[in-house]
């Protein structure tokens, strides 16, 4: 993985940030990314106060904007705190 510089981090993964990086991510893959299961997700899409990134469906099927999931990424990364449902 390429390493990128800690100010140009997105998130803890260490992506380049890019507000126009419109990449849609399927929802498995995003699963995949952050270890969660399907259930956590579907409980996260329900938790307005987390401020997860809303699902674009596409025939019946879940993707993310990119995007979006980096800057929540950095929002998590700042340890603002979010209370449990």
């Known amino acids: 993985m ?11 993964r260490g992506e380049a940030f890019d507000p126009n990086d419109d990449r849609l991510i399927p929802d498995p893959q995003m699963r995949k990314r952050y270890g969660v299961s399907e259930m956590t997700v579907w409980r996260w ?6 401020g997860f990134p809303p699902p674009i469906r596409i025939n019946g099927r879940k993707y993310r904007r990119f995007s979006k999931l980096l800057a929540w990424e950095a929002t998590r990364d700042a340890g603002k705190p979010v209370e449990a449902a």
Do not use: I
């Open 2 to 12: 390429l390493k990128v510089p800690p100010d140009q981090r997105g998130g803890s």
């Open 45 to 50: 899409d329900r938790q307005p106060d987390l």
